[in-house]
């Protein structure tokens, strides 16, 4: 909707964290409609209805809007004149009139609106203070990325239990002030798939079966778009192995930012946990899983799930719930998977890791460069050879795994120049569907 005299110009802004202390301090202004005039007004072009997708933005980016007073003219806009700020600090007046939008939560089209007034509000200026000058709506995919909190509804009675301003309806926790959504890595519908290798830092027989397993994170998020817990779902597929190996899982926190972890498997003895429930002495939050795979395929000896010939065990799921002392900012979700890793042979040092992730506090650094390692600890290279190649996977999705010592790079035809070329060329070399990606009889089929 358009309600003006003027053809003023509509932007936005991005920061993170804080605002910018003046409007000067804003680094980019983008337009979104240089002239947002109607056919209806001003012998604009726009028509109701009409929009823009203006691009993705990263875990907690706060978006900002400005119009640009009657900027347009003759198949251009000018930046010198007035701009009024949906950010009110950068607009002109007394603190009792600088405000120039009003935001509304529209909960049945799951959108919210936006109105402007364009010109100043102080007396003598002009404004009607109708607010209508220019009217767009806002929507996100997904529509949880924008917090509903302390936006008024457009529509009246609206349930909302809790008080959270998530309607019940769209909400996942209707009786839980402290949760609203959750969202999902990979996704909802995916899991992901870690598979190591156990005799690092040799390769041994580099069949990177030595455990494999499935994961999936939930992260409960707040009205506001704090993580408040995670709760992270493992589920054991192969152990390859003829040693005895645990999981563990670091996240990019201080050990202090989490309340409580529940859901572990510790019988080892090996693994010393803080009062909160994470591994003691580490500087950021390590949770271990389980400290010996043994004990969630129901103590099954030699080699689990790798031999076609063999039998089918199946593992046990482990379910880690873990509270945060204080809602976590949104960014945290964004560096999922964080920093998974093996335990080998229950050596609390033998850390074995993603490619070029950091070891956590407890891991002997001295393994380092020994056999077949090539890592460099002062450049941020991490258990990588010299040929590249990793001793720990990360697959999206599920993850056909070679049997027992069938190399990786026979198993899978393409592996060695992938990793050779650090991912830039067969980057799909795990697709088990491509024609020339693999030697099919050298690959595990569950019974």
Excluded: C
């Excluded at 347009?72 to 607009?91: I, P, R, V």
Aim: without cysteine; glycine residues 8%; aromatic residues 12%.
């Amino acid at each position: 909707h358009e309600g003006a005299n003027y053809k003023n110009s509509f932007g936005y802004y991005t920061y993170s964290g804080t605002p910018p202390a003046t409007a000067d301090d804003i680094d980019t202004v983008h337009i979104i409609f240089p002239n947002a005039s109607t056919t209806l007004y001003n012998h604009g072009n726009m028509q109701m209805g009409d929009k823009v997708k203006i691009g993705r933005f990263p875990a907690g980016t706060s978006i900002g809007f400005v119009l640009l007073q009657d900027a347009y003219k003759d198949g251009y806009f000018k930046t010198s004149g007035n701009k009024f700020y949906s950010d009110e600090q950068y607009n002109p007046e007394d603190l009792g009139l600088k405000r120039h939008n009003v935001l509304l939560n529209n909960v049945s089209q799951k959108t919210f609106l936006i109105g402007f007034e364009d010109i100043d509000r102080r007396p003598g200026r002009g404004s009607d203070q109708d607010f209508n000058d220019l009217v767009v709506y806002a929507q996100s995919n997904p529509v949880t990325a924008i917090s509903p909190k302390d936006i008024p509804f457009l529509e009246e009675n609206i349930p909302d239990r809790d008080g959270d301003d998530v309607p019940d309806d769209q909400d996942k926790y209707p009786d839980d002030e402290k949760r609203a959504y959750d969202r999902y890595y990979p996704s909802e519908s995916v899991w992901g798939t870690l598979a190591f290798e156990d005799l690092w830092p040799n390769e041994g027989d580099y069949d990177l079966n030595d455990l494999v397993v499935s994961y999936r994170y939930k992260f409960a998020m707040s009205s506001t778009n704090g993580v408040v817990d995670l709760t992270t779902e493992f589920l054991p597929l192969a152990a390859g192995a003829t040693m005895n190996n645990g999981f563990g899982l670091q996240l990019p926190v201080d050990p202090s930012a989490v309340s409580s972890v529940s859901g572990f498997d510790l019988s080892a003895g090996y693994i010393k946990l803080a009062p909160n429930g994470v591994e003691s002495s580490q500087s950021k939050a390590v949770v271990i899983a389980f400290d010996n795979h043994r004990s969630v395929f129901g103590n099954t000896d030699g080699a689990i799930n790798t031999l076609n010939s063999g039998p089918t065990i199946n593992g046990k799921p482990i379910t880690l719930s873990i509270l945060f002392s204080t809602p976590l900012p949104d960014e945290f979700t964004a560096t999922a998977p964080f920093n998974p890793f093996m335990i080998s042979d229950l050596n609390r040092g033998r850390e074995v890791h993603l490619v070029n992730r950091a070891p956590t506090s407890l891991a002997d650094n001295s393994l380092f460069k020994r056999g077949a390692d090539d890592s460099d600890p002062g450049t941020g290279r991490y258990y990588l050879t010299e040929q590249n190649r990793p001793f720990a996977l990360d697959i999206y999705g599920p993850f056909q795994y070679p049997t027992e010592r069938s190399p990786i790079t026979n198993a899978y035809l393409n592996f060695a120049e992938w990793a050779l070329s650090g991912g830039t060329k067969y980057k799909t070399w795990y697709d088990v569907t491509v024609d020339g990606n693999t030697d099919k009889s050298l690959l595990y089929n569950p019974r």
